[in-house]
């Protein structure tokens, strides 16, 4: 098989978790394959179903010459290019690499043959194929044909669903999780929030040509707005993981979401802040579009205060997502775990730098490293210049806010400084409730409420420690976390042999950060922004109640497990698990786990997972069920009626709580200094 001769490698897609591959040449890979003793021990390694099916000679051959079976095929499109192969080579060879050139040979499958009896199965009466693609590229970002082909079209319609709804259908309901993403092609929908006193609201109304429910698949996050059918509707469904791979072929597609989101995060920051207050909405979307939008992933530098390619002095930098920490140089050993480094301030969402500077207005750089994943809006010195010129009260406040934080810097100069002091999200007056109290005195009512002793009470170095703890920790961004009162836990470990008895295998452990009396224990927080959710199998996915869980797509490839920065998710290999066990180890369980019956629903097999979005769309065959491998992490006993963890532990020691509420809002932990 000849290559076009072009720098550009050829396309492969699915392996954004692999940003750091570099291909191998032609020699490389010949070497490669020379050095093969053939011993199959990355296949037996491989947790694809497929790999049961394929030898590694098969693979060898199919990378340098044009014999390649059916099996190779598919097993190489369905290659997560997890790296479990390469760490059992005896003779060191960089298989991922190789399966990555045979990747590159064998192209994308999109550009393969469409399974027409899918696509004419979903159509309603009187549709056919060319009406189907007409509407489709009614829609905005597929309207081209060259940037987006007729056979892409196809095949997303093949792994999406169509559906036709009857009036009054709701397809999205407000404040609940989803990803799939919707296009219409018929009928009218109506969109609607709920207000302050809880009456619906009307807010647009979507027509043929549109589309819905892009928030949820960009950002993940929760309905904004309920969706209902004014009319009959036909919609096509098309799942996360469909979205990106679509995306991925077609940049032009990826792009048009992006500025469609950064356009709606930066209008909807810049009307939040006070500083932009009484702007005209026309001059806050002129912003929005000559402003700059970069991602960040956890624990990266946005910008060092003594580094190169820092942020232009005359540049403005608006947090959009996420959370970062603001710091400064000091002597050596210090600073924070004995470092050169102080954190002068956390900043979150809504807060925003003057050229590197925090506007701390003594004229000196800091730098700011990220805490979670996230998004940075740049505006440039001329767009201010010019807001300043047309609106001069906006210059105003700007100074004002300048003047804030001079008592921060002379603080951040005499080394007797609390950074949670001086840590503040500006908004809007009377939008943020100031009665809430500080994030210990919190934690204080709620032991109070469900303890007889009497609470904890830090020291003020104690009591920032464990501020720092759960902002840096991650835990303020969870939505449901497993804590547990070290006043009442008694050490018996039930909650962990509960879980294993309803589970099969314990997902979690009573170990774990701890902050005063409460220990936070070691099990998924289903965080408002799971960085594990990133499966081209759909192998994990979320309720719309919010618990992520590993589905039946999972193939135990450990991919989520090595994004989790909590190591909230282990990898467990079934053949070990399901080995039946002997007479004498089932008597003897009997006497050392118990043999009481769970409340709740009936106990599943073991190692049985709940359907994942992709499998309504894209039923598996006899060899998508030869699992090797799964992945196991909490979700909160989806399913049941209860929490095994903390309905079996003896003292109530054992609670599931919401971090804004238990610990007080991550405004409040933000803004409010520890007593």
């Given at each position: 098989m000849q290559r076009t001769p072009s720098k550009k490698q050829p396309l492969v897609v699915g392996i954004e978790h692999r940003s750091d591959l570099r291909p191998l040449s032609e020699d490389e890979v010949r070497f490669e394959i020379d050095m093969c003793i053939g011993c199959d021990r990355c296949m037996r390694a491989c947790p694809v179903p497929m790999s049961s099916m394929v030898t590694i000679a098969d693979l060898n051959r199919a990378t340098i010459t044009d014999d390649i079976t059916p099996q190779v095929a598919r097993f190489t499109d369905e290659c997560v290019m997890c790296g479990s192969c390469v760490p059992v080579c005896p003779v060191y060879n960089h298989r991922d690499l190789l399966m990555l050139s045979l990747k590159q040979r064998l192209g994308v499958s999109w550009d393969g043959k469409v399974d027409m009896s899918r696509v004419l199965s979903y159509l309603p009466p009187g549709w056919d194929v060319p009406l189907l693609l007409k509407r489709l590229r009614e829609q905005p970002m597929f309207s081209d044909p060259q940037l987006v082909p007729e056979n892409y079209l196809l095949h997303l319609v093949a792994t999406s669903k169509m559906?036709?709804?009857?009036?009054?259908?709701?397809?999205?309901?407000?404040?609940?999780?989803?990803?799939?993403?919707?296009?219409?092609?018929?009928?009218?929908?109506?969109?609607?929030?709920?207000?302050?006193?809880?009456?619906?609201?009307?807010?647009?109304?979507?027509?043929?040509?549109?589309?819905?429910?892009?928030?949820?698949?960009?950002?993940?996050?929760?309905?904004n707005a309920t969706v209902r059918a004014s009319t009959a509707a036909v919609v096509i469904e098309v799942p996360e993981q469909v979205m990106q791979r679509l995306m991925e072929l077609v940049p032009a597609v990826q792009r048009f979401f992006e500025q469609l989101n950064n356009a709606r995060s930066i209008e909807s920051i810049l009307k939040r802040m006070a500083l932009f207050q009484g702007i005209p909405g026309a001059d806050i979307r002129q912003i929005a579009e000559q402003t700059q939008v970069r991602g960040y992933d956890r624990d990266e530098r946005l910008f060092s205060e003594d580094g190169p390619g820092g942020p232009l002095r005359e540049s403005m930098h608006i947090l959009l997502e996420g959370f970062v920490k603001v710091a400064r140089r000091t002597t050596a050993g210090t600073g924070r775990n004995k470092s050169d480094e102080r954190i002068i301030a956390y900043r979150q969402s809504g807060d925003y730098f003057a050229g590197g500077l925090d506007l701390l207005g003594d004229g000196h750089a800091v730098s700011v490293t990220t805490i979670t994943r996230t998004r940075v809006a740049e505006v440039s010195h001329s767009t201010l210049m010019t807001l300043f010129a047309r609106y001069p009260e906006v210059q105003q406040r700007f100074t004002l806010r300048l003047q804030q934080y001079r008592n921060a810097a002379a603080a951040a100069q005499t080394g007797i400084f609390d950074p949670l002091a001086h840590t503040r999200t500006e908004a809007i007056p009377g939008t943020i409730n100031h009665a809430f109290p500080t994030a210990w005195h919190a934690v204080q009512d709620e032991v109070r409420l469900q303890s007889e002793y009497e609470p904890w009470t830090p020291t003020d170095a104690e009591a920032r420690a464990g501020l720092r703890s759960l902002v840096g920790g991650g835990v303020i961004e969870g939505t449901e976390v497993l804590v547990i009162d070290l006043d009442k836990c008694i050490h018996c470990n039930e909650c962990k042999e509960a879980c294993a008895r309803r589970h099969g295998h314990s997902r979690m452990n009573r170990k774990g950060m701890v902050v005063g009396n409460i220990s936070i224990a070691t099990a998924c927080r289903q965080c408002q922004d799971p960085v594990c959710m990133l499966c081209s199998r759909a192998g994990i996915a979320r309720l719309p109640s919010g618990e992520v869980y590993i589905t039946d797509s999972c193939i135990g490839c450990g991919i989520c497990a090595e994004r989790c920065p909590y190591d909230n998710i282990s990898i467990m290999t079934l053949e070990e698990e399901n080995e039946s066990p002997s007479s004498w180890q089932q008597f003897s369980n009997f006497f050392t786990k118990g043999a009481g019956k769970e409340r709740g629903r009936k106990s599943l097999p073991m190692l049985q997972a709940a359907p994942g979005p992709l499998d309504v769309h894209q039923p598996r065959d006899a060899y998508g069920e030869l699992r090797k491998k799964l992945a196991i992490k909490c979700d909160l006993c989806a399913g049941y009626n209860n929490q095994a963890c903390v309905q079996a532990c003896p003292t109530g020691a054992a609670m599931r709580v919401q971090p804004s509420t238990f610990f007080g809002s991550t405004e409040d932990i933000l803004s409010k200094r520890a007593r």
């Open positions: 559906l036709s709804l009857m009036p009054g259908t709701v397809v999205l309901h407000e404040g609940e999780f989803g990803r799939e993403m919707y296009f219409i092609l018929e009928g009218r929908f109506a969109l609607s929030s709920t207000g302050s006193d809880g009456a619906d609201l009307p807010v647009a109304i979507l027509r043929r040509g549109e589309y819905m429910g892009e928030q949820g698949m960009l950002t993940g996050q929760q309905r």
